[in-house]
């Protein structure tokens, strides 16, 4: 494995940058000014008809990795508002970008290595600003820059994920470095670092659990989830969505916390593989990597091209017991997770008869417990 940060990994924070840029340069300014409104224009009906009115983007001012992730947040959000934002008459999701969206979200996309499409990098990886910049990053010292609803249950949702991504620098380190002590056989450190990954899950389920401080199930079921569905598999969009002039729709899976690579990089160091019936779901946790930067995807395919440390720990019953108790904090959270999925979208969905699937595509809760079940099964038994 190379370092953390030729993975663009952050030794503090993970896969999140140590900043985000708030707003691009001041060329950028009818593109930044629109995004601040879209909320008011969307509430009066007049936000696509003002995206015509937009100048070409001045996408050759972009002039670095932080101006490239701004312009990919930014563009995200007005396309997205743009499909979605029916506004009060709600004539329906537009099935067709225009150009001047699409063309630079293409662009930005094939340069970040993403799809063109709102995920994980654009609303919570580098949708975050500190409150006090002299403070450690915390759930309680970070606010976001951008929603589409301009509502705090929005911005709690994505608060809690970047929090969850936050704690991930020490957790990738103690991988790589559980990855040296196998390679040197030292046990003991091997032990110490498996503890030490089960202490990463367990702060990642009490940060989870501040999901309902401030982000209302009702609200997110209704007026923010809307906001990050994508067209793949959409009964809105059947066909997909035209980008620009292309002539074919292209389809995408909407956001989702299953694009976080803090969690697949756990399935990936204890080495989780799925049971064979299981394989459209591995196939969506392993599409959603295609939604992931391509660094922070190269991190999870080296780590999966090392030894296996499921073999290296049947050698010795400590190593074994060290190595099933972060397994088992990892069904805790993906227990947790189903509690709350359940919550946010199987009861306000089921109460009025409405879609209970994800909005990266999948039937929630089935394929979630499939997930978790097998989580379960990788634990190794006693002898
Ligand atoms: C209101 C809060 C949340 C809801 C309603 C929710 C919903 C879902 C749903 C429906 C899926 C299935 C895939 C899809 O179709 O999108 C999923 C997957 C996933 N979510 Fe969440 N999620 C929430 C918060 C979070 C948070 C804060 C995290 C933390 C990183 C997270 C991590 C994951 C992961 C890792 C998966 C992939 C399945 C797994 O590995 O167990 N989710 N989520």
């Not at 060329?27 to 009066?44: G, H, P, Q, S, V």
């Not at 190593?319 to 805790?332: G, P, S």
Request: aromatic fraction near 10%.
């Amino acid at each position: 494995m190379k370092e953390l940060k030729e993975y663009d990994i952050n030794e503090v924070t993970g896969f999140l940058p140590d900043e985000c840029l708030p707003r691009l340069p001041a060329t950028f300014n009818e593109w930044e000014d629109l995004l601040a409104n879209a909320r008011l224009l969307i509430e009066k009906d007049s936000f696509r008809s003002t995206i015509g009115k937009l100048p070409e983007f001045p996408y050759n001012n972009l002039i670095d990795q932080k101006h490239l992730r701004r312009a990919f947040v930014l563009i995200s959000f007005l396309s997205q508002c743009y499909v979605w934002g029916n506004g009060k008459d709600d004539p329906g999701p537009a099935s067709q970008l225009p150009a001047i969206l699409a063309n630079p979200w293409i662009r930005l996309s094939e340069e970040l290595g993403l799809n063109p499409i709102l995920c994980q990098a654009s609303v919570v990886l580098w949708n975050w600003k500190k409150i006090d910049p002299h403070k450690s990053f915390n759930l309680d010292n970070i606010f976001t820059l951008n929603t589409c609803t301009g509502s705090m249950d929005e911005s709690w949702f994505y608060l809690v994920t970047a929090a969850v991504e936050g704690v991930g620098g020490p957790i990738l380190k103690d991988m790589i470095d559980l990855k040296k002590a196998m390679d040197d056989n030292d046990d003991g450190y091997v032990i110490l670092k498996l503890k030490s990954l089960k202490d990463g899950l367990s702060k990642i389920i009490a940060i989870l659990s501040r999901m309902k401080e401030k982000n209302d199930p009702n609200y997110f079921y209704f007026q923010v989830r809307p906001y990050l569905r994508g067209w793949d598999n959409s009964k809105r969009l059947p066909l997909g969505l035209l980008y620009g002039d292309e002539d074919k729709p292209r389809k995408y899976a909407g956001g989702s916390a299953a694009q976080s690579s803090l969690i697949q990089a756990y399935d990936c160091i204890l080495n989780l593989s799925h049971c064979p019936q299981s394989r459209s779901n591995t196939d969506f946790l392993h599409q959603m990597r295609s939604y992931m930067p391509y660094k922070h995807r190269k991190f999870l395919e080296d780590i999966e091209k090392e030894p296996c440390l499921k073999t290296y720990v049947k050698k010795d019953r400590l190593l074994e017991k060290a190595y099933n108790e972060v397994l088992n904090e990892l069904v805790n959270f993906r227990n947790k997770h189903i509690q709350m999925v359940a919550s946010y979208i199987t009861v306000p969905g089921s109460n009025c008869g409405n879609d209970v699937t994800g909005t990266g595509g999948t039937s929630a809760i089935p394929f979630l417990k499939q997930i978790r079940n097998e989580t379960v099964d990788a634990i190794i038994p006693n002898k």
